[in-house]
């Protein structure tokens, strides 16, 4: 059994929808990041970083326990697990990678940023909500770019690039992105939308 520690995030939702696409077993533990319980030892344990999300999988490597942080960590384990949203040729696993890291690095951080200036802030900030609004847009252009001959991601298959993307993408009114500027963009995340399992996973907790 699959335990995930997660929240209503982008981060998290990355992990619920993986779980749901492979149809693994799994408990789901709550972490509110609002009461800031990810900074309860327990969770610590898990994830030194006090970030959601984490897993614990009791059927792990060798058949041993393991504990997890790090969304992009889970994503490449769980697919390396059980031989799915990962490409097997290596060029293709390597095209992969590199998208699920340019969420990591960029598509996730940067938007995240947009999403605290934007909407947390108790008084504004108008240099960083323009920086980071700029920046909102260079990467949706970047994505739109890479989608514009392509079903997914990296091509005609789902890959663990598509898991990770799609969650903060559907934060767009967060970023002050409109969706109809980037069609290519658009047109993915309705074909997204319309998959159960990402449907199902996005609802997590």
């Known amino acids: ?9 982008p981060n998290g939702r990355k992990i619920s929808i993986m779980l749901e696409a492979l ?13 800031e319980e990810q900074f309860e030892p327990k969770f610590l344990a ?11 999988d009791d059927e792990g490597p060798d058949g041993e326990p393991i504990s997890l942080f790090e969304s992009g960590a889970i994503l490449i384990y769980l697919a390396e697990k059980c031989g799915e949203f990962i490409p097997n040729d290596p060029k293709e696993r390597l095209e992969c990678l590199q998208w699920l890291m340019w969420q990591m690095g960029g ?3 940067f938007l995240g940023q947009a999403h605290h200036f934007n909407r947390f802030v108790k008084d504004p900030v108008p240099y960083a909500q323009e920086r980071y609004y700029d920046e909102a847009q260079r990467l949706w252009g970047v994505l739109d770019r890479q989608l514009a001959d392509k079903k997914f991601v990296i091509g005609s298959d789902l890959t663990i690039a598509d898991f990770a993307i799609y969650p903060w993408s559907m934060r767009y009114e967060w970023q002050h992105i409109d969706p109809d500027k980037y069609p290519h963009v658009k047109a993915w995340m309705e074909r997204m939308g319309h998959i159960e399992f990402v449907q199902r996973g996005m609802q997590v907790p």
């Open 23 to 35: 149809r693994l077993p799994y408990r789901v533990h709550p972490v509110n990041i609002l009461e």
């Open 107 to 109: 598509f996730g951080p």
């Open 1 to 9: 059994m699959i335990e995930l520690y997660t929240w209503g995030t």
């Open 46 to 56: 898990l994830s030194p970083n006090n970030k959601i999300p984490a897993i614990t």
